[in-house]
């Protein structure tokens, strides 16, 4: 498809999800972008961005990038991203020829997908990022030209994830069948195990052709399974206890971190309590794995590296709020030195001595003396009783 022909495409487009279009990029843009990274635009780019610099869709916010956001890498062979998505969780990447203008490769995790900015676009416009015969679904065809057909042990944690969802009713057996069907179409040669799978009447058979795959239900098998909770939840599909069993079912101190872990558990308590919040409290804890999904699981592996970093500043965090309150607590407990605690009790020998000579001087109307031996008695015991206390602390 030529870039005329995608631009044509574009000004005609109609949906499914609207397109909101940056004005065209002066001549002066341009050519400063080409001078400051040392960069020369192929010529479908220079048509497109008169067009437009750049476009932003409303599915999972994808952005064909303008040329002021453009970060050219020039260590990266005159690479740079051209289009991303999810605020640049993924991204495809230009890579130009610098010894021929109009020679430039279009490419996704580092796999060659097309020659042709208006074919990328077409893409695009056909499927979206994740629809069928979208930018996804390319990048598996073209992966499967390249590698070969896909093995079922590959996809050992996300068909383990179908198991659950499917028992726990948080998955649907037409996702788990799309998908089958998915690698289906894209591979020339499929594994037999891919067409029952898509073939399967019921989630019983579904289930049953899952128990025969070997279950890889580490960290990022319940991460997932947080962020398809929530999306439910979300939904409302499933109850809010519902959720809380699921939670706790996937809870692990052997795996998960220990904020995760006792997150979880203070969650439960205030469930139990019948605490209005508390479908409140599951969804700001599960609002953290989001961006899982059954369709980004090229992405779980970044999505969890995010997520361990983040994780490991609170729990630095909290060893450090823990090992300040022990030294807090260590230093109260320390015994005072004796220099010190006959310091605090001469002092308070002196505020109590000054109180009862205070006391001592009340008269009333008549000029009398005032008998206050009840409350100096209790100013001296006040003082005993502190001197006690300051003495203990020595031994």
């Known amino acids: 498809m030529k870039i ?4 044509d495409l574009l000004k005609s487009y109609k949906g499914p999800d609207r397109l909101t279009f940056r004005p065209p990029a002066s001549e002066e843009l341009i050519a400063g972008f080409e001078q400051s990274f040392g960069v020369a635009l192929p010529g479908d780019f220079k048509t497109f961005y008169r067009f437009a610099n750049g476009f932003e869709g409303e599915e999972d916010m994808f952005n064909m990038i303008s040329l ?3 970060h050219v890498d020039k260590s990266d062979n005159n690479g740079f991203p051209i289009a991303e998505y999810m605020i640049y969780s993924d991204s495809w990447e230009l890579q130009v020829n610098p010894l ?3 020679g430039y490769v279009i490419s996704y995790s580092g796999l060659e997908l097309t020659h042709s900015l208006g074919e990328f676009i077409g893409r695009f416009l056909k499927g979206g990022v ?5 930018l996804y679904f390319w990048h598996d065809e073209m992966r499967a030209k390249h590698n070969g057909p896909s093995k079922p042990e590959k996809f050992a944690r996300l068909l383990a994830i179908f198991r659950w969802g499917l028992i726990n009713r948080i998955i649907e057996i037409e996702q788990v069948k799309d998908w089958a069907d998915h690698i289906v179409l894209t591979e020339e040669e499929p594994d037999y195990f891919f067409m029952e799978l898509s073939m399967a009447k019921d989630a019983n058979g579904v289930i049953a052709l899952l128990d025969t795959q070997k279950r890889e239900e580490d960290v990022i098998f319940r991460r997932v399974l947080f962020g398809l909770i929530y999306n439910c939840l979300i ?4 109850a809010p206890s519902d959720a809380m069993d699921m939670l706790y079912r996937l809870n692990s101190i052997d795996v998960l971190t220990y904020a995760e872990f006792s997150s979880i ?5 205030a469930f139990d309590c019948g605490e209005i919040e508390a479908k409140d409290d599951i969804l700001v804890f599960l609002e953290q794995y989001k961006s899982f999904s059954l369709f980004n699981y090229d992405m779980w592996e970044c999505y969890n590296r995010k997520l361990e970093e983040e994780f490991s500043v609170v729990e630095r965090d909290n060893s450090r709020k823990a090992a300040w309150q022990a030294l807090v607590s260590k230093e109260r407990a320390k015994p005072l030195t004796k220099s010190k605690a006959f310091a605090v009790i001469g002092l308070l020998a002196v505020v109590f001595m000054s109180l009862a000579y205070l006391a001592s001087m009340y008269r009333d109307s008549f000029g009398n003396p005032i008998a206050l031996s009840p409350i100096i008695t209790l100013l001296l015991m006040l003082f005993f009783l502190s001197a006690k206390a300051t003495i203990k602390r020595i031994y």
């Open 100 to 102: 021929n203008e109009n």
């Open 265 to 269: 558990i203070n969650i439960e308590d």
């Open 235 to 238: 939904k409302a599909p499933i």
């Open 4 to 7: 005329t022909d995608a631009i």
């Open 68 to 70: 002021e956001e453009i």
């Open 130 to 134: 994740l629809g069928g015969y979208g």
